[in-house]
Nanobody
């Protein structure tokens, strides 16, 4: 059974940093595209960043480009999202997701999801 478990969320002041982790189990995800999405109250789930090791491709949403960095540790089957210069508008539940194949920015194309971790940025 495939499982994705996020951790690392919390409360941080604007301008601060957090690192989210997504531990994957159940299979090796080295050939999978893995991404981060977020959902704020009353809003749709939106794309944050995604990475595909198979073609060394990484994509970021314009809203986080230059502030967030996605990375993976294949030995640990874990994906990370380093978030710097956080803003109040980054407040949301952050989800990691995985799919077989290339990167997509639409949530409906992802097969596996974690339970989410709350990130709150105070002003």
């Amino acid at each position: 059974q495939v499982q994705l478990v996020e951790s690392g969320g919390g409360l941080v002041q604007a301008g601060g940093s957090l690192r989210l982790s997504c531990a994957a189990s159940g299979r090796t995800f080295s050939s999978y595209a893995m991404g981060w999405f977020r959902q704020a109250p009353g809003k749709e789930r939106e794309f944050v960043a995604a990475n595909s090791w198979s073609d060394a491709n990484t994509v970021y949403a314009d809203t986080v480009k230059g502030r967030f960095t996605i990375s993976r540790d294949s030995a640990k089957n874990t994906m990370y999202l380093q978030m710097n210069s956080l803003k109040p508008e980054d407040t949301a539940v952050y989800y990691c997701a995985a799919r077989s194949g290339r990167i997509w920015s639409l949530p409906r194309f992802y097969d596996y999801w974690g339970q989410g971790t709350q990130v709150t940025v105070s002003s």
